[in-house]
């Protein structure tokens, strides 16, 4: 139990890390982690979803107090079409790392940040866990 509850913290420094301009790698840690211990899903779903948008709040802050400068106009125009819904791809390499920080540049309001954040973050993790555990029985 003990290397397990080690394991969850493992992953999520793993989960922050990779929501940041930090590498994380917190997919490879989740599907490590659900094949050593497939019983503690729910637990590790949890630490991964919340760390991993603990991270992304923190770069949406940073997006507010950064010196304001001018956004992609493609960026610009998924925020203008989209509005905060656009962080639900926060997941996605390379331009989910810039999302949040868009979003904070753009004053988007903090509850549907935070709402969408945390929408797209459970979703790729539940697929991710699905997956895994699927292949492995």
Not at 92 to 117: E, K, M, Y
Not at 118 to 131: F, I
Request: charged letters at 10%; hydrophobic letters at 55%.
């Amino acid at each position: 139990m003990q290397a397990a509850l080690l394991g969850l913290g493992g992953l999520a420094v793993s989960a922050f890390t990779s929501s940041t301009i930090l590498p994380g790698n917190s997919e490879v840690v989740l599907v490590a982690f659900l094949y050593k211990w497939p019983d503690w899903l729910w637990s590790a779903l949890l630490i991964a979803t919340v760390a991993n948008t603990g991270g992304s709040v923190t770069s949406l802050w940073l997006g507010r107090v950064a010196p304001r400068k001018e956004l992609s106009p493609r960026v610009q125009g998924w925020f203008s079409r989209f509005g905060p819904a656009v962080l639900v791809l926060s997941w996605v390499p390379v331009i989910g790392d810039a999302l949040p920080l868009a979003a904070g540049w753009l004053r988007l309001p903090w509850l549907s940040s935070l709402v969408w954040l945390t929408l797209g973050k459970a979703l790729r993790y539940v697929a991710l866990a699905w997956g895994t555990l699927a292949v492995l029985h």
